[in-house]
């Protein structure tokens, strides 16, 4: 067998193994490794590369140091399970960084970060004012965690006391032009409904680069040419708006009659009519 032909074979057996390897050992982002698994990583890649392109060996005896090398972390991770030692041993503590506003400094020279590291962690968190930390925690991902004070926390509709709908992903129904029927059926729709909401948003299908359906039913497109602007749909908008009104002309008549048996009515009506509108005020003014 020809010797670039040999080192191919190794190559291909090399990386399909080791994609079968990296499989078993999971899946976790760059910055998630503890230090095991980096140490292995840089093992397991130089044994692979030694395996493509040394030929004088048998293959099976980098297959089982690549094997014995890709059961640490599987071994490691087991027995942090089993051990809180060994989970502190291999995946490290988290430590406290600022507390009450106030930086700790020991603990900020036992990570190795400078001030101004602290600082840029926080303004990737929005956070520009350490006077405004609650709490911040360095992870044993090297993540910082950030509990800012109640009074600089950002204001919720729980805080308002203010209903909102439940917050669904929407389905895109156009991609690059072309209209895609499952995400339509999922929401009980079709295509002649998609060129009818086209229609009225006067946009041919080809110059659609993106459309999305929402759980109300409301469709946004996003278009190839950005210069061109698409009216937002504004029925639901609309539909409350009539709501208020029909109430609002509720209570009028209520103060524009002297009977009072038909006043009742029309204060009772306004009312039923008021819960009406609380009740689908999420669903519409979204």
């Known amino acids: 067998m020809p010797d670039w032909l040999d080192i191919v074979i190794r190559s291909f057996v090399a990386f399909a193994y080791l994609f079968i390897l990296t499989k078993i050992i999971g899946k976790r982002q760059i910055r998630q490794i503890t230090y095991i698994e980096y140490i292995v990583g840089i093992s397991i890649g130089s044994i692979a590369a030694f395996m493509a392109t040394e030929m004088d060996g048998p293959i099976y005896h980098s297959l089982i140091a ?73 992870e044993a991902s090297g993540d910082l965690s950030v509990l800012l004070k109640s009074q600089h926390q950002p204001v919720t509709p729980q805080h308002l006391g203010l209903k909102v709908s439940p917050a669904e992903e929407p389905q895109t129904v156009i991609m690059d032009g072309v209209i895609l029927d499952e995400p339509l059926a999922n929401n009980g729709l079709n295509r002649n409904w998609v060129r009818a909401e086209l ?83 999420p669903l519409l003014m979204r």
């Not at 041919?204 to 680069?209: C, G, H, P, Q, T």
């Not at 996003?222 to 639901?236: F, G, H, R, T």
């Not at 209570?251 to 524009?256: K, T």
């Open 66 to 138: 690549l094997t014995i090398f890709a059961l640490f972390p599987v071994l490691l991770e087991w027995l942090s399970l089993k051990s809180k030692k060994v989970r502190n041993i291999v995946q490290g503590n988290a430590t406290i960084l600022i507390k009450d506003g106030k930086i700790l400094e020991d603990n900020l020279k036992s990570e190795r970060m400078t001030t101004e590291d602290l600082l840029e962690h926080l303004r990737m968190k929005d956070v520009f004012r350490v006077a405004d930390v609650e709490f911040a925690l360095m």
């Open 199 to 281: 229609e009225k948003a006067g946009v041919a299908l080809e110059n659609v680069f993106l459309g999305q359906v929402d759980k109300g039913g409301q469709l946004y497109l996003d278009l190839y040419d950005d210069k061109l602007k698409v009216a937002q749909p504004i029925e639901m908008k609309l539909t409350f708006a009539t709501l208020k009104k029909c109430q609002a002309d509720l209570e009028l008549y209520a103060l524009g009659t002297q009977d009072q048996r038909v006043k009742r009515t029309y204060q009772g009506d306004s009312q039923e009519l008021q819960k009406v509108i609380d009740t689908v005020k």
